[in-house]
């Protein structure tokens, strides 16, 4: 399984930009695609999720600016639509993929490489 990320750079604060995130190598009926992202010198965080199902969770500190969305055709790529950026926004934006499963020796979690999301001030 590889996933590839896209739609990372430099924006001005207020800006946009549109992540992507697309997934190859792998068919799961039960999982969820996400973004989290790392800013110099702090931990790795949550940011925003979607389920097979469809379901979405977003963090607090980014919610009202930040969606999460799929490609509902091929299902195997995620977008992040982030809105009225901050420079506190800044990061490296890495998209993560959870196979479920119920015995939990099945789960198993992929990254990609990330992506710099840089705002300017």
């Known amino acids: 399984v590889k996933l590839l990320e896209s739609g990372g750079g430099l924006v001005q604060a207020g800006g946009s930009l549109k992540l992507s995130c697309a997934q190859s190598?792998?068919?799961?009926?039960?999982?969820?695609m996400g973004w989290f992202r790392q800013a110099p010198g702090k931990e790795r965080e949550f940011v925003a999720s979607?389920?097979?199902?469809?379901?979405?969770?977003v963090a607090w500190s980014v919610r009202g600016r930040f969606a999460i969305s799929r490609d509902n055709a091929a299902k195997n790529t995620i977008f992040l639509q982030m809105n009225s950026l901050k420079p506190e926004d800044t990061a490296l934006y890495y998209c993560?993929?959870?196979?479920?499963?119920?015995?939990?020796?099945?789960?198993?979690?992929?990254w990609g490489q990330g992506t710099q999301v840089t705002v300017s001030s």
């Open positions: 993560k993929l959870k196979r479920e499963a119920l015995n939990p020796k099945y789960e198993r979690e992929w």
């Open positions: 190598g792998g068919t799961f009926s039960s999982y969820a």
């Open positions: 979607i389920s097979s199902s469809g379901r979405t969770d």
